[in-house]
């Protein structure tokens, strides 16, 4: 069984930094993937960054590129989003997200077999 917690949410004025994280804990990991999606209201949920915990390798989305960047810290299980020059239209439920597969399209959220409860992050204008 695999869990997922993430935290570091919160509310940020606009041009602002939070980081987010996500501890891990259950089966080993392997060259899976892990990602970051985010929802805001009356929206679909939507890919933010991922990450392949063996070798590093990252994706973004358009929207994000160049102000967030993902990672992950190994040993503690843990993944992480750092978001900097947040706009409002950032706004919404951010939750990680494991593959327990290998998987080719990280940015596909199908493809995504374990969740986290979400944590709400509130850009103002």
């Known amino acids: 069984q695999v869990q997922l917690v993430e935290s570091g949410g919160g509310l940020v004025q606009a041009g602002g930094s939070l980081r987010l994280s996500c501890v891990a804990s259950?089966?080993?990991?392997?060259?899976?993937?892990m990602a970051w999606f985010r929802q805001a209201p009356g929206k679909e949920r939507e890919f933010v960054a991922a990450?392949?915990?063996?070798?590093?390798?990252?994706n973004y989305a358009d929207s994000v590129k160049g102000r967030f960047t993902i990672s992950r810290d190994n040993s503690k299980n843990t993944m992480y989003l750092q978001m900097n020059s947040l706009k409002p239209e950032d706004t919404a439920v951010y939750y990680c997200?494991?593959?327990?597969?290998?998987?080719?399209?990280?940015?596909?959220?199908?493809?995504?077999?374990?969740w986290g409860q979400g944590t709400q992050v509130t850009v103002s204008s």
């Open positions: 259950g089966r080993t990991f392997t060259n899976t993937a």
């Open positions: 997200a494991k593959s327990d597969r290998v998987i080719r399209n990280t940015d596909v959220r199908s493809l995504y077999d374990y």
């Open positions: 990450i392949r915990w063996g070798t590093g390798s990252t």
